[in-house]
């Protein structure tokens, strides 16, 4: 395969972490995590309130 990185000998290369990860790593993960959780959160309370208030 043209994408194996391997020795002549056939043994396989070390790659470095930033090398085996070949992908750009954005910090926006954890705010996007965090404002789906709030939003969960906020709903589920709409849900609870609307439920507690009908009766």
């Known amino acids: 395969m043209s994408g194996d990185r391997h020795h002549d000998d ?17 910090h926006m993960t954890r705010y996007v995590l965090g404002w789906g959780l709030a939003l969960v959160v906020i709903g589920f309370l709409a849900v609870l309130l609307y439920y507690m208030l009908r009766t």
């Open 10 to 26: 056939g043994s396989p290369a070390h790659l470095s972490t930033e090398e085996a990860r070949s992908g750009a790593t954005p």
